[in-house]
């Protein structure tokens, strides 16, 4: 069973951040030289002991569950923190499927040779020491292990207390997979103190730890990064956008609606989901039919001056409204002239993560593409598909909002970076 | 000519950083729908425009130097500072260099498509705005602007005091160019106050800047660090290594020599000159012959005590001179007695920018490539090499030692992003 311990007074907390970044860095360095296969190896056997292991996992689970009214949670939030058979089961789906990728360490991204005759290449390599910060859904501990492993990175995993039984549960399946695997334990270590002020500590550690990825609300992530001396990849909030275009009818309403009632409803709370819906003054007819179908799905509408003159029953929406990730059932929607004024709102109130236009006209999509600034961008489809697995990535440390290093899902070849190799036979510089 | 503006008292510092941040946010937009025809055209204006200058410029690069006592440079900081007709032609070269360049913009990474019919790609776009602070060799100035015109990213050019007026008078070029070429004169900028304070605010803009790239001493980047809100990628020193393996004899004693003495003495004071060479203990006497060429050359030895047994008139080398970057023509010398124990000495106590390594067996080069944590790996060729110029990249905007985003020599390509664009046809997600 999982005991994870709380600090005991009198250790230093120093020391022990220290150490856990220490024995990281030894992993880190000693997982450059084992094999792809056994790496993994190593994954489906966690894959295999998730699934043996289901039960323990429910029972440290059903722990956590037990303590969500002391830390506030809500409904919602208890439903993502709970774990079944069938959300093990797509644990190790997904640990199996990043199992079954292409090893991302090795790859030659570019290679050419020199007129001097040195061949240069640049060649992927591991990141080495990745700091994970995380709450609640604990199907996010597995995947993103599986992530590190396959690209032979060391993983620190600091979860939230409100999974902290069923974190220490999956890490130690992991654990134990990393032994039988032959791989060093220290890969993937989970901080086993509920002490707030180690994260403080770790995020000094930039002399160890190479990237900071926290995963949660944005005040966290703000926290993170104002203590942090580790370059951090954010994963700030979706505000995500559908603009259907003048040009959208010749989908047909069908296909607008069923767009727009997905991209809202299918999963009302997550990141990818739609927050406005932005208009053409030519598709009022879609509007209305999509603000009906919304309606008909129990979602509350707010709406700009002229969509509250379309249609009855829409809430006037304030400034606030547009800037909002709701993820609730909640939607702004909004009557605009122009493709340029969408995409002038989108790149004024968005945060960009995933934005979409729906509309039959080709030069309208590539203008949208190009100008909307953002991690995401669709179009003809659900913003829902914004998302590591339906990329095919198998599963995802985060969407990165981001601009550096990797934007948007993120998956095992966006936890790696590269060296330069240069070989010559014998040159040197004038 | 060039006038840079002290802060005139009354003017509000807030007011004109957020101003300058705005200014290049609009002319980032701007430029994503600039062809990549526009933005060459752009560059080669500019390289003509410099050598048609040259006089201006070297007027007032004239006034940066009269005033180069006050500021307290030392002899190499004024060669650095100094341009001539030479050094200009070489500016114009590099920028001609980026203009033949494939356009990053635009190229497609990856692309592929899903079992449900998503076509999936991920599409190279700017970064948007970038903030470059960096000091004294003017040159940087044009090469950074043409790095940035390349990749359709806005730039803020924050440079040091001691050449002031030089790289007003490089800008004003820049600006001329860009106008002529129909690009938006915001699209470089030069920070035109020396109040200090300026940096700090820029560095809080989180909201209009993408990414700050100090490149410099190592204060003012860890400086930069500690203020910024914005992604920093950092451009630490070169405490850079040759290790002559004990297969290394097989190379011919002249190849090691030429490379060991190339590698130090070529140009001692920059970032990519070896400022340690590890010897295995089979390689004596390669180390007498390295040692003897390199006092030749006025070079200061100091060694380990293995070293200075072997060796008349080696300094015994402290703790501290494996760790130093000299920049200066001294080099500290080791005996090893495995590549094991280089691989371990490099990784901890270089800094990741530069590493080679002499060896004719091949076993030995693909264990140092592998093992060595570095930027930049070397087999038989001199660290000098590590360079964006040598790398076929035009010019070098820095060499980053970091591992996120970018690392080693950076080039146009380096200052791109990407975003996801995905094309469905009704696709929603069940």
């Not at 990141?127 to 690209?151: H, Q």
Request: aromatic share 4%; hydrophobic share 45%; net charge negative.
């Amino acid at each position: 069973m999982s005991t994870p311990v709380q600090t005991t007074p009198g250790v230093d907390l120093d020391a022990y951040c220290y150490d856990l970044a220490d024995r990281a860095v030894v992993a880190g360095r000693a997982l450059t030289t084992i094999s792809g296969a056994q790496r993994d190896q190593a994954l489906r056997t966690i894959a295999d002991l998730l699934e043996q292991r289901a039960a323990d996992i429910i029972a440290a689970n059903a722990r956590d569950i037990a303590r969500a009214d002391e830390f506030g949670l809500t409904g919602a939030m208890v439903d993502r923190l709970r774990l079944d058979e069938a959300r093990i089961k797509k644990m190790a789906a997904s640990v199996r499927q990043i199992a079954a990728q292409t090893d991302p360490v090795g790859q030659v991204i570019e290679g050419y040779v020199r007129p001097n005759g040195l061949s240069i290449q640049k060649v992927r390599v591991p990141l080495g020491v990745v700091l994970f910060i995380y709450e609640s859904r604990p199907n996010v501990t597995s995947d993103a292990a599986a992530l590190c492993i396959k690209s032979a990175n060391a993983l620190i995993l600091r979860g939230g207390k409100e999974a902290i039984f069923s974190n220490g549960a999956i890490a130690e399946v992991i654990r134990e997979a990393l032994d039988a695997a032959g791989l060093p334990g220290d890969a993937v270590q989970l901080v086993n103190t509920s002490d707030r002020a180690a994260v403080g500590k770790l995020l000094k550690l930039d002399g160890q730890i190479d990237v900071v990825i926290p995963r949660g609300g944005e005040s966290l992530i703000r926290a993170v990064v104002k203590q942090s001396m580790i370059p951090v990849i954010k994963h700030y909030t979706g505000n995500c956008h559908v603009y259907v275009d003048e040009h959208a009818a010749a989908l047909g309403a069908q296909q607008v609606v069923d767009i727009c009632v997905n991209a809202k409803v299918q999963r009302p709370g997550v990141c990818n989901a739609t927050e406005s819906m932005l208009f053409h003054a030519e598709a009022g007819d879609l509007l209305k039919q999509v603000a009906t179908a919304l309606i008909a799905e129990g979602i509350e509408l707010r709406g700009c001056e002229r969509t509250c003159k379309l249609i009855d029953g829409v809430k006037p929406a304030g400034e606030e409204d547009w800037s909002t990730e709701f993820l609730d059932k909640i939607v702004a929607l909004k009557v605009v002239d122009t493709l340029d004024e969408a995409v002038a709102h989108i790149n004024r109130y968005g945060s960009r993560h995933t934005d979409a236009i729906l509309t039959a006209d080709v030069r309208a999509a590539d203008a949208f593409v190009q100008r909307v600034d953002t991690a995401n961008v669709m179009v003809n489809c659900s913003t829902r598909f914004s998302d590591g697995g339906e990329y095919g990535l198998g599963a995802e440390i985060g969407i990165s909002t981001d601009k550096l290093h990797a934007r948007g899902p993120m998956g095992a070849a966006d936890m790696t970076t590269y060296k330069w190799v240069v070989r010559g036979s014998g040159q040197i510089r004038n």
